[in-house]
């Protein structure tokens, strides 16, 4: 059964009584992040809504929406729709959260324009210029549909992109599968890609003149860009390596918990959700054993 993580509906509060969870850099309202928030606050209202957790003494904290808050006060808004979060947790929140990736973005982009949002709108809102807006809305144009649903939900660059435009559209598939079953979607693997591809698969095929000129040229950036690939992968298996000692470490030690009564009674008894996960990380099979036989 799944547990309901928020109320049902918006709550209004006083943004002056909402608490800071974590302080803030001094520099924040001068970062970029901020300026787009306030921009967007101004031209169209809140749209998130601020999350925030309620202590038994009636504090109102703040588990995510820092930003927000503090553009609604320097604009003057007194008020902020707010999510109630029945566990004050930060973390369970944003490790919940799906962002949105390139080829989500641009739907919704041409969904507002195609609503009669104007272009030079959602650049202020966004605080972006214009002809940003103008390249997220045709980052698709040239892809094929299929390679467009297998992108949909992945966190792509938008240089990729453009390096696939390159390619004709029967090669995207397999630049793309290739991409998915291991799992990199760097533009330099989608370059050294490219690079090793024959003339006649490509949208532009450079003339033989130019070609035998830049051969070596080529051939020098092509194993440069592997050399790159190379040292990446190897990091990230060297950063697989190290956390999957770490993992085995912390459930080693969750187990130790476990077996512990006192904790394992108190979890039980007073955040049973908590000890739910415990038991998932630890992969002990019955904690009801542990419970009665304690």
Request: aromatic letters at 6%; proline letters at 3%; hydrophobic letters at 40%.
């Amino acid at each position: 059964m799944i547990k309901q993580c928020f109320s049902n509906q918006f709550q209004t509060y006083s943004v002056e009584d909402l608490k800071k969870s974590r302080s803030l850099p001094v520099n924040i309202k001068s970062s970029t992040k901020y300026k787009q928030i306030l921009t967007s606050i101004t031209e169209i209202g809140l749209i998130e809504p601020v999350v925030i957790f309620i202590s038994d003494d009636g504090m109102q904290k703040i588990l995510d929406g820092h930003l927000r808050v503090e553009a609604l006060k320097d604009l003057g808004i007194s008020h902020a729709h707010c999510l109630v979060s029945p566990v004050d947790e930060a973390y369970s929140y944003n490790k919940r959260v799906n962002r949105l990736t390139i080829l989500q973005e641009q739907k919704m982009l041409r969904k507002a324009v195609e609503s009669g949002v104007p272009v030079e709108k959602l650049s202020v809102v966004l605080g972006v210029s214009p002809s940003i807006i103008n390249t997220r809305l045709r980052i698709s144009d040239g892809i094929t549909p299929e390679v467009i649903a297998l992108l949909a939900e992945k966190n792509i660059s938008q240089n990729v992109f453009d390096v696939l435009r390159k390619v004709k559209p029967g090669k995207q598939l397999d630049f793309v599968t290739t991409m998915i079953t291991l799992n990199n979607y760097s533009r330099k693997f989608a370059l050294s890609m490219l690079h090793s591809l024959a003339p006649e698969f490509l949208v532009s095929p450079p003339d033989k003149i130019s070609e035998d000129k830049d051969v070596v040229k080529t051939l020098a950036r092509l194993e440069k860009e592997m050399a790159a690939l190379q040292i990446e992968t190897q990091n990230i298996k060297d950063e697989y390596a190290e956390n999957n000692l770490n993992l085995l470490i912390a459930k080693a030690y969750i187990a130790r918990l476990l077996n512990n009564n006192a904790i394992l009674h108190w979890l039980y008894d007073h955040n049973i959700e908590y000890l739910e996960v415990l038991k998932t990380l630890s992969g002990v099979d019955n904690l009801d054993n542990m419970i009665n036989n304690g």
